[in-house]
Nanobody, 122 residues
Framework: QVQLVESGGGSVQSGGSLRLSCAVSSFPYKRYCMGWFRQVPGKEREGVAA???????YYPNSVNGRFTISQDNAKNTLYLQMNRLKPEDTAMYYC????????????????WGQGTQVTVSS
């Protein structure tokens, strides 16, 4: 079965950087969308980056220019490089996958990791 396992979260000061990783296994689909989401208690899960099987990438305005999504197909790993972090980036971060092209909405994704916490202090 499909498994997604995130790592790389932690605590960092405002302006710092973190790189999240998501190890993907048993995901055989050639047409897909993979994404990163974040969630804080009491709020909806928010998409922060998506990458599609044709190589196209999408970011919402809130993170555009600061976050970079990438994938290493040889390692079956998805990454999220986060630079110039702000306290408002504090959240649980999740990677997700779906076996077709979908919008960056949590309700559209089928497979999820367990999450990794990112805390940015001012």
């Amino acid at each position: 079965q499909v498994q997604l396992v995130e790592s790389g979260g932690g605590s960092v000061q405002s302006g710092g950087s973190l790189r999240l990783s998501c190890a993907v296994s048993s995901f055989p689909y050639k047409r897909y969308c993979m994404g990163w989401f974040r969630q804080v208690p009491g709020k909806e899960r928010e998409g922060v980056a998506a990458i599609y099987s044709d190589g196209s990438i999408y970011y919402p305005n809130s993170v555009n220019g600061r976050f970079t999504i990438s994938q290493d197909n040889a390692k079956n790993t998805l990454y999220l490089q986060m630079n110039r972090l702000k306290p408002e980036d504090t959240a649980m971060y999740y990677c997700a996958a779906h076996p077709s092209w979908v919008r960056l909405r949590s309700t559209d994704f089928t497979y999820w990791g367990q999450g990794t916490q990112v805390t940015v202090s001012s």
